[in-house]
């Protein structure tokens, strides 16, 4: 079942589609959260954080696209990784939007907030395709270079070059 069909059926609050959709992303969460946790967090913990996702998603299934689910899902696992962190006294882990807004930029509206989003995302259009990617399953998703090296089918060192330009 795709995720448009899957969304449809998790917004009339169908328990089953919650279960697949478990299913399907449960791996991508516990990627990201054992990426941005860095050993910070206990085995318990990270477990807490992807069961606290999927709760959270099945919490505001009426403000999820189907377009965009797989990067919602991880905007939530990031979300309640960092609160984790927080709680554990752990706050070495910052986010990225975190460290983008410095004081400089904390404040300002909604326009310049998109502004800077839209130079990000010309910046990105920069890269080809593949290291897009690679950029983005880096420090977006907080993929590790061997991991990304083995989804692409290349070497890791080809991968940290990409990064390292």
């Known amino acids: 079942m795709n995720d448009e069909q899957l969304v449809q059926r998790l917004k009339k609050h169908d328990e089953a589609a919650l279960e697949e959709i478990m299913h399907k992303y449960n791996a991508y969460v516990s990627v990201i959260i054992y990426n941005m946790s860095r050993g910070g967090l206990s085995a318990a913990d990270m ?11 099945w919490l505001n299934s009426g403000k999820v696209r ?6 919602y899902i991880a905007a939530i696992a990031k979300t309640k990784t960092l609160d984790k ?27 310049d907030a ?9 910046a990105l259009m920069e890269f080809s395709e593949d290291d897009r990617e690679i950029i983005l399953r880096y420090y977006y998703y907080y993929q ?5 090296a083995k989804l692409k089918g290349l070497e890791t060192e080809n991968v940290k070059s990409n990064l390292n330009p």
Not at 47 to 57: K, R
Not at 66 to 71: D, K, N, T
């Open 144 to 148: 590790t270079a061997p991991m990304i």
């Open 66 to 71: 189907a377009e965009s689910l797989g990067g």
């Open 85 to 111: 962190l927080r709680a554990a006294g752990k706050n070495d882990a910052v986010e990225i939007d975190e460290a983008i807004m410095t004081d400089e930029y904390r404040g300002r509206d909604l326009e």
């Open 47 to 57: 477990e807490e954080a992807a069961a606290d996702t999927f709760y959270s998603l």
């Open 114 to 122: 998109q502004a800077l989003r839209y130079d990000l995302e010309q």
